[in-house]
């Protein structure tokens, strides 16, 4: 039984500052005053089942989720090596094949990316679950980390799959010139799209709305960011288009990671891209933390 007050000394009930309830043993438990947190700092447990619930659910589909993403983005080499790379044509020095592959497996990452975090909320609004998200002990920046880490481990499980798989490929070579390139250029990519992903999936109230981010700007900046050509070969004003798309950098970046050589520019450009891309990645997530903590489009 919690024993809520005492007597003062004029006979009437007082308050008391803490609530102490008895259990069966015979023992008591204190609990802390109304409106004082439990949970300070961050929330590990509850981020952590976050994160493992949305890892767990695109591993249930795994064929869909990462698999098939990887065949696919294995097609894409067969079709345009076979179309564009006949007689030996070498680009950036390498074989059209060597030259390809890097920008196909990052492309697959981000794509897979923004897939995964534009569904995690928009699947709530659809199926009214997303009171499940909303309710428990968790704070704006921590379910937008959970979801964020999700999407970017799906992305790098592609990747790897996507790697190996063209690793096998017969004339293709993935040989690493520059580690940090590889592994900062996958991850800011991964993260920009995971990041518009969850914008995306705060703003859409049906699926639609989704699949239209997809096929008119996701798709359309992925396959014109200079994956399949050097924007060397276009004419200056489609330069100064492709140097304004950040998917460019991205992709040129990780190229560079394998090749050593890129259209960016000298290393010197390299790491100026990937500055600016971690200086994007920065705002667009400022961005997303305000819509979410603000609930536009969740709670009301």
């Known amino acids: 039984m919690a024993d809520t007050a005492s007597a003062n000394p004029n006979g009437n009930a007082a308050p008391v500052t803490e609530n102490i309830?008895?259990?069966?043993?015979?023992?008591?438990?204190?609990?802390a005053q109304r409106g004082v947190?439990?949970?300070?700092g961050i929330n590990r447990v509850g981020l952590y089942s976050l994160y493992m619930k949305e890892v767990r659910r695109f591993l249930?589909?795994?064929?869909?989720?990462?698999?098939?993403?990887?065949?696919?983005t294995l097609l894409f080499l067969v079709i345009f090596t076979v179309a564009l790379g006949r007689g030996g044509r070498e680009v950036l020095g390498v074989p059209f094949a060597s030259f390809v592959a890097p920008g196909l497996i990052v492309m697959g990452m981000m794509q897979n990316a923004f897939a995964n975090s534009s569904f995690s909320l928009l699947s709530g609004k659809m199926q009214g679950t997303i009171i499940d998200l909303l309710m428990p002990p968790l704070s704006p920046g921590e379910l937008m980390t959970g979801i964020l880490a999700a999407a970017i481990t799906r992305a790098v499980a592609v990747g790897c799959t996507v790697?190996?798989?063209?690793?096998?490929?017969?004339?293709?070579?993935?040989g690493i010139a520059h580690v940090w390139a590889v592994v900062w250029f996958g991850l800011m990519g991964a993260?920009?799209?995971a990041v518009l992903g969850l914008a995306t999936s705060v703003w859409?109230?049906?699926?639609?709305?989704n699949a239209a981010i997809t096929n008119f700007v996701i798709a359309p900046l992925s396959l014109l960011s200079g994956t399949f050509y050097v924007i060397e070969n276009l004419d200056p004003a489609f330069q100064w288009v492709s140097r304004a798309n950040p998917f460019f950098y991205?992709?040129?970046?990780?190229?560079?990671?394998?090749?050593?050589?890129?259209?960016?520019?000298?290393?010197?450009?390299?790491?100026?891209?990937?500055?600016?891309?971690?200086a994007l990645n920065l705002v667009l997530a400022v961005g997303v933390y305000a819509l979410l903590r603000s609930g536009w489009k969740l709670k009301s």
Request: hydrophobic share 50%.
């Open 250 to 278: 991205v992709i040129s970046g990780f190229r560079y990671g394998f090749l050593g050589e890129s259209d960016i520019g000298d290393a010197a450009a390299v790491w100026g891209a990937a500055g600016g891309l971690l």
């Open 204 to 209: 859409a109230e049906k699926f639609d709305h």
């Open 60 to 72: 249930k589909v795994q064929t869909q989720t990462i698999w098939a993403p990887a065949f696919t």
């Open 191 to 193: 993260l920009m799209l």
């Open 21 to 31: 309830t008895h259990d069966k043993a015979g023992g008591s438990t204190r609990f």
């Open 37 to 40: 947190p439990v949970i300070t």
């Open 163 to 174: 790697a190996l798989a063209m690793a096998l490929w017969p004339g293709v070579s993935l």
